[in-house]
């Protein structure tokens, strides 16, 4: 695969999560609409870190905020604070210590005004690519 197949391969997977965290969502998993919600930025990120790294294969992270810094993107204050939050999602969604208080903390509109957030963040995330 070339450069342009990686960034494509990451793209579309991305594309793919945001479709499923939608139907997560309506199913009144807000919890887990808002881990997937986490995996489709991740995804993008790294379709910009290929496009701006020599080599074809990101960091194996799933912070956000170190995959965006590596990718050469210039976070704003509100990003960072964004980004970081997000980060959240997938660590409560993954351990239980975490997954209960963080499962209380999902109503329907917590996760609606996230993923609402999420997506706009993935738009901007393409239009750089």
Known sequence: M????????WIESSKLDLASMKNIFSSGNYDWALFIGHLALEKVLKALWVKNNETNFPPKTHNLLKIAEDAKYILSDSDELFLNRVNGFQLATRYPDYKFEFFKKCTKEYALENLTKIEEFHLCILQKI
């Not at 070339?2 to 391969?9: E, P, R």
């Open 2 to 9: 070339n450069k342009q197949d990686h960034i494509k391969y």
